[in-house]
Every structure is written in structure tokens, then in C-alpha cells.
């Protein structure tokens, strides 16, 4: 039987618009890199609201109290103690709550308490004579001060460590770079804040903390709907890997063992591929070698003026910033590992360098407080780039449903020793004896950097493969060979006798 034409005719091909389809979807659903900025206007009116009230609380606290450093002292204390202590429990939150929740909370437990901080100050400032009142807004102000350091914990680990992450795969951004641009904007702010609070404090402290007070109640909204529209174009930054629903008999356990879960999530740090990289970058806060209050009061002690350490904390700040701009390049170039090692090798080079010096000149005069400023400003080229590594490897071993309590766990262990540092130079008080603390915090970078070394032996395997880092020509050149793609290959396929 004959088919009709129409029957037996093949059927025309149809265009393939599968591709084009695909394309189309994905230019859709790709966010704007224009997210990005929102994203660091953000994070700087965050940073900078945190290094002003950080840096002016303090010297706010020194006019009002003239003559002593025991509020100040005890002002930074408590504010530290309480990170230590309740760091944990606001990481919990982070992994376990929306990510939009946990940073609008942080934001507003930020704004809100340093608001209320700088209006308790205006009294104090006021009046300081009647004895228990005064000890009574002093009491309340550390404990807004606590509330608001847990916050700013809060909003620096959901942003730098879990946002960044998630943002960085979906705009196809390097992530090396998008931590290194966070970190420039935290530098910056460190050295500008608290230097645009100084000049205004020396025109009128009352005014200086008006000033406070307006950018936190100005800037929350900002703050507020600048994240928002970041959550909003980024639709992964809503899926969340939830952890095991929570059975009745699970809450009841729970509630029968609250040691356990308070220790559960220390367990999960110590046990994390990163634990020993994240422990060697904590250590490195038990230090007086920086320009923060110790080393600064040292420096004056030997007649340096304030603008001397004004300069020295910008050519610092300059250091700094190049490191930011170092780092990311070593890590695409030769991997997190090992640039990590050698950025923790410079700033123990440096640091004994300068310790060398400081103990030829006997710990005295301006000679010896020149060899630490020297180290210290060399030091900030292996630390921040060290951090940055450091970093780098939390972010690539820590699961996403662990990441914020991983965090916040190490901001707790950075706040202890941080604690640490600030009783050394309470136990040796005197000029004379600074000595003693800058021995310790050498000794403290010295064991960060055996600690990383571990990691970088648990890691690799080894510590130095340098047949495969240089390769010699014929004519006697050297020449680099793996990217760090090809390294990681490397390193899974390597036999075992090659390790050095």
C-alpha cells in the first residue's frame, strides 16, 4: 500500500535553540557585578563604624576618667572576655538561622548599643562626681559594649566567611580576590577611623561623640537594605544545607546535656582539616607587637611624639595594603599552603630581626624602639598575608552548614589570646620591662609558625618539594612549572617516597 507524500516526507529539522536557551538563562540568572559593590558598601560602613566606636570609646574614656587607664583597661577586658566566651553560641546562629536574618541582627545589634553607648558617655562626660551612679553607667556601658563586639563577630563571619564564599562562585569571582578587596576596605578603616575621631576629639570630645552617635543612627539603614538588595540578587545565598531534623527525643536530650552541645561545636574545630592553619593565625593576637595601645604607650614613653606614630602607622598601613595585593597573587601562583608558609616565614624573619636589634640596643632609648617599629612594619607584610591564606583555607575545608561556628570558634581563640596579651603588659607594667612581652610574643609567633608547618606536613604530605616547585633547563634557567590546579593533581597522584 502506497504512503501519501506528507507521510513518507522526513520531518524537517528543527533549530537547536537548547544552547541558546541555556546561554540566555544563565546571562539571566547571573547576577549584576554591580552586587559586589553593595556588597562592600556594606561591609565599609560596617568596618567603619566599628574601628570609630572601637578606637573612640577609648579616648573618650580617657577625658572622662583623666589620670587613669583602670576603665579603659577594664572597658577592653570585659568587651574581649565576653567575645571568648559567647563567640560560639553567636556562630551557632549564623549556621542555623537565614543568612539575611543573622546579618540584618548583627547590623542592628551593632547600631543600637553604640547609639546607646555614646548617650551614656555624654552623661558621664558630664558629670563624673556622684561615685555609684557613675560606676552604674560605666557598668552598663561595658555591657553594651560586649553586645555590640558579639556583633560585629556576628556580621564579620557571616559576610567574610560564609557571603563571600557563595557570592564569589556565583559571579565567578576569584575568591582570593573578593577576600583581599574585604580586607583592603578593613585596612583602610582601621588607619582612617580612628584618626578622623582623633582630630575631631582634639577640636571638642562632646562633638566627637555626637559625631559617633549620628553615623550608627545614619548608617543602619543603609547598612540595612544595602544587604538586602545583595540577598536579594543573589538567590543561592537562600539555599542553606540544613543540618538533621530536630525529633522531640533529641530536644530532650538536648536539654538534659548542655556541656555536651556548648562543647560540640570546639569538637567540630579541633577535628577540621584547617584547625591547626586557623589555631597558628590566633596565636599570633598574644602580641605587643603592633600599634595598638601597648606598643603605642611604649613608644611614648621613650619620646616619640604622636605624630611620629601617626607616621608610622601609615607607612605600616601601606605594608599592609601591599599585602593585600601580594597575596592573592601567591595563591593562584603556588596555592594557600604555601604561600601561607612563606608569608608566616617573613613576619618570624622580621620579627626576630627587630628583636635582634631591640636586644643590642639593651631595650632602651629611642634606638630600641626603632628596631620594633622597623620589624613591626615588616612583620605586616608576612601577617596580613598570612591571614589572607589562612583564610582562604577555612573557607575551602570548612562545610558551609559549619562555617559560621567554625568562625566564630576561631574569634574566640583570637580574643583569648588576645586577653593573654593585654595581662602581659599588666603584669610587667613598667617601660623598663616591656622587654618581657615582646619576648613572649615572639615565642608566640614562633609557635604559630611550627603550628602551620604541621598543617603544612599533615597537608602535602611534606614541607618542600622544590624538584616540583623548579625545574632546571639545559641552560641552566629555572622555570616554574604547576599552576595551583595542576599542584593539587599533583599532590593526589604523588607516591609517598617523594616526600622530603
Known sequence: MDASPSSSAPPSPQPDNSLTNDTTQDAQSTPDRSVLWKLYLSHTLS?????????????????????????????????????????????????????????????????????????????????????????????????????????????????????????????????????SGMRRIDLVCKLVAPLGISLVDGYSTKVAIWVVFGQNALSIMFEYFAIAQVYNAVPELAQRKTSEPISATSTEAQTTSEPRSFLEPWKSYIHNPAFLASFSLSLLYLTVLSFASQMTTYLLTLSYTSIHISLFRLITVVVELSATCAAPMLIKRIGAVRSGLWFINEQLL????????????????????????????????????????????????????????????EASVQSFFELLSYATTMVFAKPEQFKYPVYISAGAISISAICFASFVRQKRGHLLHTSRCLERKAKGRYEILPTIEEETQLDDVAPATTST
Do not use: H, M
Not at 574581649?80 to 538561622?97: K, W
Not at 563571619?157 to 573578593?178: M, P, Y
Open 350 to 409: 622580621s620579627v626576630v630581626l627587630a628583636i635582634g636589634l631591640f636586644t643590642l640596643a639593651q631595650g632602651e632609648g629611642k634606638i630600641a624602639g626603632g628596631a620594633l617599629v622597623v620589624g613591626v612594619t615588616l612583620s605586616r607584610l608576612g601577617l596580613w598575608g598570612f591571614d589572607l591564606s589562612v583564610q582562604y583555607l577555612v573557607q575551602e575545608n570548612t562545610p558551609e552548614a559549619t562555617r559560621g561556628s567554625f568562625s566564630a570558634i
Open 47 to 179: 568596618t567603619w563604624n566599628a574601628r570609630t566606636f572601637e578606637f573612640g570609646a577609648v579616648i573618650f574614656l580617657a577625658r572622662i576618667f583623666p589620670g587613669t587607664l583602670f576603665y579603659a583597661s577594664c572597658y577592653a577586658l570585659f568587651r574581649s572576655f565576653a567575645a571568648t566566651l559567647f563567640s560560639s553560641y553567636i556562630g551557632t546562629l549564623v549556621d542555623t538561622r537565614s543568612r539575611l536574618w543573622a546579618v540584618r541582627q548583627s547590623i542592628i545589634y551593632q547600631r543600637f548599643p553604640v547609639a546607646s553607648s555614646c548617650l551614656i558617655l555624654l552623661v558621664l562626660l558630664k558629670s563624673t562626681e556622684a561615685r555609684f551612679q557613675t560606676i552604674g553607667w560605666f557598668g552598663l556601658c561595658v555591657a553594651l559594649a560586649c553586645i555590640e563586639k558579639l556583633a560585629f563577630v556576628g556580621n564579620t563571619v557571616a559576610v567574610e566567611r560564609d557571603w563571600a564564599v557563595v557570592i564569589a562562585g556565583v559571579l565567578n569571582v576569584k575568591r582570593e580576590d573578593l577576600n
